[in-house]
């Protein structure tokens, strides 16, 4: 069993930045490709970005590429979400995911566990 717990969400300003962060704890944390998606309110979960079990490949959803960056720590058990010229509309709820299958993926129903979640609010 993987217990993930994200952190750095907050409020900011519309063009500010935040980095979150998932720690992950219970599992062997370079079995995982990991993701990070959100939730807006009202809406089903949607992708954001997701990372391989080693670095070395990324996937981005088409509304955050070139502002929002994956990265891991393997050897803190952490994946980062980087997120630069927030706008109004990347408020939500987000979550991050680890899949124990690997390959690119964008379909929550393929990640295995999942964090509580944390606010992101972006004010214009």
């Known amino acids: 069993q993987v217990l993930l717990v994200e952190s750095g969400g907050g409020l900011v300003q519309a063009g500010g930045s935040l980095r979150l962060s998932c720690t992950a704890s219970g599992g062997t944390f370079t079995a995982y490709d990991m993701g990070w998606f959100r939730q807006h309110p009202g809406k089903e979960r949607e992708f954001v970005a997701s990372?391989?079990?080693?670095?070395?490949?990324?996937y981005y959803e088409e509304a955050v590429k070139g502002r929002f960056t994956i990265s891991r720590d393997n050897a803190e058990n952490t994946v980062y979400l980087q997120m630069n010229s927030l706008k109004p509309e990347d408020t939500a709820v987000y979550y991050c995911?680890?899949?124990?299958?690997?390959?690119?993926?964008?379909?929550?129903?393929?990640?295995?566990?999942w964090g509580q979640g944390t606010q992101v609010t972006v004010s214009s």
């Open positions: 990372i391989s079990w080693n670095g070395g490949s990324t």
């Open positions: 995911a680890a899949k124990h299958v690997f390959g690119r993926s964008s379909k929550a129903y393929e990640y295995n566990y």
